[in-house]
């Protein structure tokens, strides 16, 4: 066959047939770039790992958000326990996520680091949060809640948010880069078949014309020949029949052959030249060649790598991937499966690329895969949720998102499916929060309202009802919340306001109505004041209402014990500047006197004078001091009433001999006594000594404020049978300002430091205080300018004796030289005083100022009748070295005798083993009494 082919025809053919391999290789190249193209863009349609784990992340936190405010609202444990349970599963869920993301998270790891710290603080943070709970601090919970709690989610929240714009770009980079290295194969295999097919028609060219164009000539030659020599057929000849027989006659003719001797190696040179350019074209194509092979080669290897890199990805995808090729008529085939469907559906690779989604899914027939199809077509892309069945028979539901994707040229469905098994029981939760709820508001301690977006209400809940009485009957639309609630039509006009302006003002922020504070009529007419909280839902609101009215009522109780408690320290900080000019003064009068005793040349009369002078200032002094510890005592309600027989008009005449005494120089002042009952109807039972403080204090007011006039004071028996006394005076009187407050502690008629008048202001105090102790009552009569009268009470319990005598105490003489007394007492002046005291009795005397000495001297001196004690001592304090003596000496007395003269003092002496406690100062004939009451105690027993 080749034989009958022109020389030009061989040429064309064969390098015809090395262009269409050429060409057949750059298409075909073109095809596999375009499938991978393809297959690329399938993998990054597929949702990657790093994404779905962080999205999973996101969704567990905030389901254990909601968790953690289930546990601030549970009202049971089994609710409290339900909470603790959903947020520890997904704990546990979080902490496997963080562990896929932290494996192929392809960016900076210490992004997942934060994020994995932050969520191990806000473990530390709910913790403490449910601890709160547990220990019923919820408002502390509530706070670390809306507070740090809130702070450390939004911190994770930026993290994780990271970490999925990380995971997105790099998907659009990796596309964006295969998408470009596409366009750059495509535009380099285009280029170089161009060059390839013009190489291939130059070379074709130049190879055919340098063959065709001698050999042409040649048989031109050879025709002309055959012409020439009578051939008239020579032009019907075939090239090779004419070369033929042109070679065989040119052996017969010299000179023709010859010349076509010449013609031909002149069309050889051409030809071996040809071959030789031939030769190097090739060459350099092979070389050419070469290299791109080499090229492609490696494109290749990095498009495998490519490829096996995102099949990797969606193998290891949490969610189940499956392609599925429609077979037409409602009938589908799984050509691809990740190993998330394997491991899930219990099926083999080769056993599901056998199978068929209707094979595992659920309720699934011909017709919904052939609508299904159809609605592909339309849409792209759906979503659905549908139950897979495992190969074993476990149901799971699934959200599945089926794709009409194209993939190596044929259009098949992409179907993601993921397990939504959490989030039906997450549903199935909200479903059971929101009962609670509406249980919740159903059983709220505080009144909810339910409105529409009219503001007409739709639902009262039992303590709305409870609280104001109105029914659903009483209000159904808010014209008649406001007319019944707010009867006051310009308070009604005003809230309406106020409740309008709030209303806009959260409609156009898109927020809560701020809390309102109105003041709100029930149905009965009472005034409650309100907080007011609205909380917009979907097509409603919800009206939270807090009853105020009793915080209100504290806070202004409140306010006014905080004024009282600031006049309180105002006045005790003008107490204790009085208080210091009150003990200053007699304190130097004392010292003063004192010291002028002490330099010579004074005569008896000075030296009595002094005396006289120190006395009275000692005697000032000592009141001072007493007034301190009674009120003291008062307010610590340690004083006691000790009732014993008092003659009244005893009493009275006594106060009014030594007031009478002590005001002689007041001539101007008429003072006078009464006595409405006699001598044996006078006396009574009751405590004489708080009954002659409360006439001295009220007597010692009368002359302060008194400079000329009359002061009277006495009593009378009253029917209620009480005694009724009273002490009146036609002195300055109490100004208006002053009467509701006189009787305060620290109060004073003049409170200025211009002061006029002496005093501590506890006078009335104290007065009051014994007063109500002994059972009475205490009350004023004042005029400015014009006197003031009081009066007070106590019971009236009479005691008739036949002789008045009896009642009057009488110094007694005692006479003890046969006993001998122990003085336990650190300070030098008291244990003078008791010294002298002591000297009439004539009793020995044995001094010590140590607790441990003085245990010493009682062991060795088993003739110690009696034992003084001082508390407050340099070593052991008396009250341990009375319990020492006593372990020693149960029968032997000891007398406390100490500064401190509270009842808790008294108590502990007692507690201690003393057997009776004096407090200081005490004067000679207490001292001498209580010693004598304790000997012949011991007499008696010794005898």
């Known amino acids: 066959m080749l034989n009958k082919m022109k020389f030009r025809t061989r040429v064309l053919a064969g390098f015809g047939l090395i262009l269409l391999f050429t060409v ?89 680091g934060i994020a994995y710290h932050t969520f191990v603080e806000w473990e530390k943070i709910r913790n403490q949060i449910i601890d709160l709970k547990v220990s019923g601090k919820e408002l502390t919970a509530k706070q670390m809640v809306d507070g740090i709690a809130t ?18 770009n790099m998907a659009t980079t990796s596309y964006r880069e295969a998408s470009e290295t596409h366009q750059k194969t495509i535009f380099w295999f285009t280029i170089i078949s161009i060059l390839i097919v013009i190489a291939s028609l130059v070379i074709t060219y ?20 055959y012409q020439g020599q009578g051939y008239g057929s020579a032009q019907r000849m075939s090239e090779e029949y004419l070369l033929d027989r042109s070679i065989t006659e040119l052996t017969e003719t010299y000179t023709k052959l010859q010349n076509e001797i010449t013609e031909r190696e002149k069309g050889e040179e051409t030809i071996r030249e040809q071959y030789r350019e031939i030769h190097e074209y090739s060459e ?99 979503l659905t949720e549908q139950i897979f069945i495992s190969k074993y028979g476990k149901t799971t539901p699934m959200e599945t998102v089926n794709q009409l994707v194209t993939l190596k040229g044929k259009h098949v469905i992409l179907s993601t499916a993921r397990d939504i098994t959490e989030r039906k029981h997450a549903q199935q939760a909200i479903i059971q929060s929101e009962r609670r709820l509406k249980k919740m508001i159903y059983k709220s301690p505080l009144p909810i309202v339910i409105a529409d977006d009219q503001q007409n209400i739709e639902y009262f809940n039992d ?93 202004q109780e409140l306010v006014k014990s905080k004024e009282k408690a600031e006049e309180s320290d105002r006045l005790k900080s003008a107490f204790l500047a009085n208080m210091s000019h009150e003990i200053r003064t007699p304190m130097n009068g004392i010292i003063g006197f004192a010291d002028m005793l002490r330099k010579p040349g004074k005569s008896d009369d000075q030296h009595n004078t002094y005396i006289d002078i120190i006395y009275k200032s000692s005697n000032q002094l000592l009141k001072i001091i007493n007034d301190i510890l009674d009120i003291s005592k008062l307010d610590a309600g340690q004083t006691i009433v000790k009732e014993t027989q008092c003659s009244v ?61 009359r002061i009277e004071f006495g009593y009378k028996l009253l029917e209620s049978n009480f005694l009724e006394f009273y002490v009146k005076d036609t002195g300055i009187g109490i100004p208006k300002e002053k009467r509701e407050i006189i009787f305060e502690r620290f109060r004073q008629v003049e409170e200025s430091f211009t002061r006029k008048y002496g005093g501590t202001g506890l006078g009335l105090a104290i007065s009051k205080g014994f007063v109500e102790l002994m059972g009475g009552k205490i009350r004023m009569k004042t005029m400015e300018d014009n006197g003031t009268t009081f009066y007070f009470t106590i019971p009236y319990k009479p005691i008739e004796l036949a002789a008045l005598s009896d009642v009057k105490s009488k110094k007694k003489d005692y006479q003890w030289a046969d006993k001998l007394i122990l003085v336990v007492e650190d300070d030098e002046t008291n244990y003078k005083y008791i010294k002298a005291a002591l000297k009439p009795t004539k009793v020995k005397i044995l001094h010590t100022i140590s607790g441990n000495k003085a ?6 001196n088993p003739t110690i009748n009696l034992v003084l004690m001082d508390l407050r001592l340099p070593d052991i304090n008396g009250l341990e070295a009375t319990q020492s003596i006593k372990k020693m000496r149960d029968n032997l007395p000891i007398i406390a005798q100490t500064a401190n003269a509270f009842r808790e003092d008294r108590n502990k002496s007692m507690e201690a083993g003393c057997d009776d406690f004096i407090a200081k100062p005490f004067d000679e004939g207490k001292l001498l009494d209580t010693i004598n009451k304790y000997i012949k105690k011991n007499e008696k027993l010794e005898a």
Request: overall charge negative.
């Open 206 to 225: 130049f190879i055919s014309d340098s063959i065709s164009r001698p050999i042409k000539k040649f048989i031109y030659k050879a025709q002309a020949i």
């Open 24 to 112: 057949s290789f750059v298409v075909l190249s073109i095809y596999q770039l375009k499938n991978l193209r393809e297959e690329s863009e399938f993998i990054y349609n597929h949702t990657y790992t790093v994404s779905n784990s962080v999205r999973d992340i996101n969704t567990h936190i905030q389901i254990m958000e909601s968790a953690m405010k289930d546990i601030l609202l549970a009202n049971t444990q089994e609710q409290f326990d339900q909470a603790i349970d959903t947020i520890n599963l997904y704990h546990l869920k979080v902490m496997t996520e963080f562990d896929t993301v932290f494996n192929r998270f392809l960016g900076d790891k210490r992004d997942v």
């Open 649 to 709: 008009n005893v009493l009275l005449d006594d106060l009014h001999m030594q007031f009478s005494k002590e005001n002689t120089a007041d001539d101007e002042i008429e003072f006078k006594v009464s006595k409405s009952l006699p001598n044996k109807k006078a006396i009574v039972i009751t405590e004489e000594r708080k009954l002659k403080q409360v006439l001295i204090n009220l007597l010692n007011n009368a002359f302060k404020f008194t400079s000329s006039g």
């Open 855 to 860: 245990i010493e001297l009682s062991l060795r």
């Open 463 to 555: 303590k709305f009802i409870e609280l104001f009485g109105y029914t659903l009957q009483d209000i159904k639309t808010a014209e008649d919340w406001y007319m019944k609630c707010f009867p006051d039509i310009e308070y009604r006009e005003k809230v309406r306001k106020i409740w309008d302006l709030a209303v806009k003002k959260a409609q156009k922020e898109n927020s809560d109505i701020p809390k309102q504070e109105l003041d709100i009529y029930t149905k009965t007419g009472d005034l409650r004041h309100c907080e007011f909280f609205m909380v917009p839902l979907d097509t409603s609101s919800m009206i939270i209402i807090n009853d105020i009215t009793t915080i209100i009522n504290t806070q």
């Open 151 to 168: 702070a450390h989610l939004n911190k994770l929240k930026e993290k994780t948010k990271v970490m999925t714009d990380f995971a997105e």
């Open 284 to 382: 350099k194509l092979r070389l050419f060649n070469e290299k791109l092979e080499d090229r492609v080669a490696k494109r290749t290897t990095a498009l495998a790598a490519s490829e096996e890199k995102y099949r990797n990805l969606i193998n290891g995808s949490t969610d189940i991937i499956l392609v599925n090729e429609y077979l037409g008529n409602g009938n589908s085939k799984i050509i691809e499966a990740n190993d998330t469907a394997c491991i899930l559906l219990g099926y083999s690779k080769e056993e599901l690329l056998n199978l068929s989604i209707q094979d595992f899914i659920q309720d699934l027939d011909a017709d919904y895969v052939e609508n299904s199809i159809k609605r592909l077509t339309r849409e792209k892309q759906f």
